[in-house]
């Protein structure tokens, strides 16, 4: 049996982010995990560079709960360590820790500067056999896991399990959805790097979380919730279900049933609160039949296995948005995105729909277009 433990906090007020934090270690016991010497790494998620109001990221006051309550009470052996999309430098990542509200006191001071990487060989029968990882992630005794609620393009959503991405360095992510190119093969990859990381201990901030088209380009939903836990995929259903999703829906939950990695029970601890109601709308990317007026129930799960066979999702790129700015080139796995007269070209021809190009746009000038396969 799993526990997740709740905690509703209604604003990014930092007294009231401290309290939930507070509530959330000692459910968990935290405290009797960690010595002086512990080495602490902390992931949050920093997609990209993103003031915390767009809802993006991990919220400031989150990352700096935690360190205070790390800090206050004698574990100052940490670190901040994550690989934004793009590259994994001192100068870029610089940029992206002081848009998003990190470079501020309580927080700076802990700020990863160590951007090499390392390798860590992922656990027997996985299919990819190793991972390059950070090394401020490689080095720790202990990672404490900070993503963010958000829908994801590719995964349908964002939260405990691919936020872990993130040790992978830089534009290596792109490498990553080449030698894993359809849904399939990607998520089972989260699932075996989450296996190879293995965080201690995972809180979600879903203070504001997002929805439509994430993890870049949705809108911000306010849900006033955190929830920590031991076991990051628990969290992960709870928070699937806390958004009115069906858990056995979502791609990677689907690939850690398969290989035995939810718990059969979950309790969740701490405060009581219902799924969203409206549930988060889903990103355009998730196939919808629009049939569920005009097709008898019975019909509609065939309905959209006949139009999933013959359809596929591909980006398009709004020119008049468009501000050649190649962070879409720079994250294609396939290498196929080009630069022209400031304007990016995006050839469907061998396009893995992995939508890095959508989740990577500065200025949200890339939308989901559905055509038939191979055309």
Same mark, same amino acid.
């Given at each position: 049996?799993?526990?997740?433990?709740?905690?509703?906090?209604?604003?990014?007020?930092?007294?009231?982010?401290?309290?939930?934090?507070?509530?959330?270690?000692?459910?968990?016991?935290?405290?009797?995990?960690?010595?002086?010497?512990?080495?602490?790494?902390? +992931?949050?998620?920093?997609?990209?560079?993103?003031?915390?109001?767009?809802?993006?990221?991990?919220?400031?006051?989150?990352?700096?709960?935690?360190?205070?309550?790390?800090?206050?009470?004698?574990?100052?052996?940490?670190?901040?360590?994550?690989?934004?999309?793009?590259?994994?430098?001192?100068?870029?990542?610089?940029?992206?820790?002081?848009?998003?509200?990190?470079?501020?006191?309580?927080?700076?001071?802990?700020?990863?500067?160590?951007?090499?990487?390392?390798?860590? &060989?992922?656990?027997?029968?996985?299919?990819?056999?190793?991972?390059?990882?950070?090394?401020?992630?490689?080095?720790?005794?202990?990672?404490?896991?900070?993503?963010?609620?958000?829908?994801?393009?590719?995964?349908?959503?964002?939260?405990?399990?691919?936020?872990?991405?993130?040790?992978?360095?830089?534009?290596?992510?792109?490498?990553?959805?080449?030698?894993?190119?359809?849904?399939?093969?990607?998520?089972?990859?989260?699932?075996?790097?989450?296996?190879?990381?293995?965080?201690?201990?995972?809180?979600?901030?879903?203070?504001?979380?997002?929805?439509?088209?994430?993890?870049?380009?949705?809108?911000?939903? &306010?849900?006033?919730?955190?929830?920590?836990?031991?076991?990051?995929?628990?969290?992960?259903?709870?928070?699937?279900?806390?958004?009115?999703?069906?858990?056995?829906?979502?791609?990677?939950?689907?690939?850690?049933?398969?290989?035995?990695?939810?718990?059969?029970?979950?309790?969740?601890?701490?405060?009581?609160?219902?799924?969203?109601?409206?549930?988060?709308?889903?990103?355009?990317?998730?196939?919808?039949?629009?049939?569920?007026?005009?097709?008898?129930?019975?019909?509609?799960?065939?309905?959209?296995?006949?139009?999933?066979?013959?359809?596929?999702?591909?980006?398009?790129?709004?020119?008049?948005?468009?501000?050649?700015?190649?962070?879409?080139?720079?994250?294609?796995?396939? +290498?196929?995105?080009?630069?022209?007269? +400031?304007?990016?070209?995006?050839?469907?021809?061998?396009?893995?729909?992995?939508?890095?190009?959508?989740?990577?746009?500065?200025? &949200?000038?890339?939308?989901?277009?559905?055509?038939?396969?191979?055309?």
């Amino acid at each position: 049996m799993s526990t997740v433990n709740a905690v509703l906090v209604d604003s990014y007020d930092g007294e009231l982010v401290y309290a939930a934090v507070c509530r959330h270690f000692e459910a968990l016991g935290v405290a009797g995990d960690l010595t002086p010497e512990t080495r602490i790494a902390i +992931k949050p998620n920093l997609l990209y560079g993103k003031k915390p109001e767009a809802g993006v990221t991990t919220n400031p006051a989150v990352l700096r709960a935690v360190i205070r309550w790390l800090t206050e009470r004698g574990f100052t052996n940490l670190v901040v360590a994550e690989s934004s999309g793009g590259l994994f430098t001192a100068e870029y990542m610089r940029n992206v820790y002081a848009v998003s509200g990190y470079k501020t006191p309580g927080i700076q001071e802990y700020l990863n500067q160590d951007f090499t990487f390392g390798t860590r &060989h992922a656990p027997e029968g996985s299919s990819v056999k190793s991972f390059n990882i950070i090394t401020p992630i490689l080095e720790a005794d202990y990672i404490i896991n900070l993503p963010k609620l958000k829908t994801h393009a590719m995964t349908t959503v964002s939260a405990g399990v691919k936020n872990l991405f993130g040790v992978i360095p830089g534009l290596q992510k792109p490498d990553m959805h080449r030698r894993c190119p359809d849904l399939d093969a990607f998520v089972g990859m989260l699932c075996e790097l989450c296996q190879t990381v293995k965080p201690q201990i995972t809180l979600l901030d879903a203070v504001d979380s997002m929805e439509g088209n994430g993890p870049g380009g949705g809108t911000v939903k &306010h849900t006033g919730l955190t929830l920590a836990s031991r076991d990051v995929y628990a969290l992960d259903v709870t928070a699937v279900g806390f958004m009115g999703l069906d858990p056995r829906e979502i791609p990677h939950l689907r690939a850690a049933r398969q290989r035995g990695l939810l718990p059969e029970e979950i309790t969740v601890t701490g405060d009581r609160f219902s799924p969203c109601s409206p549930a988060f709308r889903l990103p355009d990317t998730v196939k919808s039949t629009g049939f569920d007026d005009a097709v008898p129930r019975f019909l509609r799960k065939p309905a959209e296995f006949v139009l999933d066979t013959l359809l596929r999702s591909y980006p398009k790129v709004d020119r008049t948005k468009c501000v050649g700015c190649g962070k879409c080139a720079e994250s294609c796995p396939q +290498k196929i995105i080009k630069i022209t007269d +400031k304007k990016a070209g995006m050839p469907r021809k061998n396009c893995i729909s992995c939508f890095c190009c959508q989740e990577m746009c500065p200025v &949200h000038a890339i939308s989901v277009k559905r055509g038939l396969k191979g055309m």
